[in-house]
């Protein structure tokens, strides 16, 4: 079975850092580009950053130089370094696989992020 | 960067009607458009890719279509575990920059 399980989640002040993991199995991940999606308390999805086979990362703006995505695919891991957090971070961040034909599929459990003094 | 409007916010709809939600996108996509479902307190759900294709285990009442600007998810004839939020996606050619739409909350009538 496909599972992704995402960790690392917590309470942060704004400024600070925090690094999420997310364990992968059930799939040859070396193989996979990954995804971090972020979804805000009631709001909708928004990508945060991905990471090629080949380690090429892409980011949105919103967190570009703020954020750093990697994976060790000998541990079968994706991490998302997040640093100088801002309050408008805060949100459920979900690792996802790449479809390859499309989409992402499937998706962690999420894991919260709550940025506040 | 390209938009996606989904359209209507919310639709109100009884078990056994017939579901269609809207996406449109600000300028012409590709083929890469794909829908989800979010239930709450759950991850979301891939439904379809390319615009047409549903995946692994996604009922056949699941349907995509459309191109360009204009997509559509149809779901033929409700069932009680569809009432869920919806979304599309896009993905930009290069670099590869991902967007969602805003959702459409499908909820019982």
């Known amino acids: 079975e496909v599972q992704l399980v995402e960790s690392g989640g917590g309470l942060v002040q704004p400024g600070g850092s925090l690094r999420l993991s997310c364990a992968a199995s059930?799939?040859?991940?070396?193989?996979?580009?990954m995804h971090w999606v972020r979804q805000a308390t009631g709001k909708g999805l928004e990508w945060v950053s991905a990471?090629?086979?080949?380690?090429?990362?892409y980011y949105p703006g919103s967190v570009k130089g703020r954020f750093t995505i990697s994976r060790e695919n000998a541990k079968n891991s994706l991490y998302l370094q997040m640093n100088s957090l801002r309050a408008g971070d805060t949100a459920v961040y979900y690792c996802?696989?790449?479809?390859?034909?499309?989409?992402?599929?499937?998706w962690g459990q999420g894991t919260l992020v709550t940025v506040s003094s | 960067e390209i938009v996606l409007t989904q359209s209507p916010a919310t639709l109100s709809l009884s078990p056994g009607e017939r579901a269609t939600l809207s996406c449109r996108a600000s300028?012409?996509?590709?083929?890469?458009l794909a829908w989800y479902q979010q239930k709450p307190g759950q991850a979301p759900r891939l439904l379809i890719y390319?615009?047409?294709n549903r995946a692994t285990g996604i009922p056949a009442r699941f349907s995509g279509s459309g191109s360009g600007t204009d997509f559509t998810l149809t779901i033929s004839s409700l069932e009680p575990e569809d009432f869920a939020v919806y979304y599309c996606?896009?993905?930009?050619?290069?670099?590869?920059?991902?967007?969602f739409g805003q959702g459409t909350k499908l909820e019982i009538k």
């Open positions: 996802a696989r790449d479809g390859i034909l499309g989409g992402f599929d499937p």
């Open positions: 059930g799939f040859t991940f070396s193989s996979y580009d």
């Open positions: 990471i090629g086979t080949a380690g090429d990362t």
């Open positions: 300028q012409s996509v590709s083929s890469y």
């Open positions: 390319d615009a047409s």
């Open positions: 996606q896009q993905r930009s050619n290069w670099p590869p920059v991902y967007t």
